[in-house]
């Protein structure tokens, strides 16, 4: 058996060096891609959750500071006359709610949120993909500078045709102003 020459493994050494670069690159990518699709996943959930409680209490929970206001403190009462929680505390991310578990961005050791707007009739939910090639990266959603957390956000979800390029009051007077 023969040992391989000086050239050869050289060869060998830039191949097998090519191959760890490239594959270095790949799999940063599906981990971003990974971390994209879980945070579409998560205001996807969050979105079902919020149908549901809609279906049962008649509204969403409203929000305050980008978050619903939906968990319950110990001022948090019940309205014996309309059955409504009274006192309801906003909810931090990763925390239960009247909704159920909230999720947690991917990235949020790094200061990255999700952000929930709504006034009670309709809701949008945000989020930060770090993919601009990802189908949901939306540029209409950048310009209206919203923060998720400490980035941008750049794609989200909304009730029914609620637009995400608007604030809710803008699309409220828009259908007023229609009527």
Do not use: H
Request: glycine letters at 8%; aromatic letters at 10%; a positive charge.
């Amino acid at each position: 058996m023969k040992n391989f020459s000086k050239p050869e493994l050289k060869a060998i050494g830039i191949i097998l060096g090519i191959l760890a670069v490239v594959s270095f690159f790949n799999f940063r990518i599906s981990l971003r891609r990974a971390r994209d699709a879980q945070r579409m996943s998560d205001i996807g959930q969050i979105a079902d959750n919020l149908n549901v409680y809609k279906e049962r209490v008649g509204s969403f929970p409203v929000s305050q500071n980008g978050k619903l206001l939906a968990c319950l403190g110990s001022d948090t009462t019940i309205d014996l006359k309309t059955g409504a929680y009274v006192n309801l505390l906003a909810c931090n991310w990763d925390s239960e709610s009247l909704i159920g578990k909230l999720p947690i961005d991917p990235n949020s050791d790094a200061g990255w949120a999700y952000l929930y707007i709504s006034d009670g009739w309709t809701y949008q939910i945000y989020a930060n993909l770090e993919g601009k090639d990802e189908p949901d990266y939306k540029q209409v959603i950048i310009k209206r500078n919203l923060n998720c957390g400490t980035k941008i956000c750049n794609a989200g979800k909304a009730y029914s045709r609620t637009p995400l390029d608007k604030s809710i009051e803008e699309y409220e007077n828009e259908l007023k102003a229609k009527q």
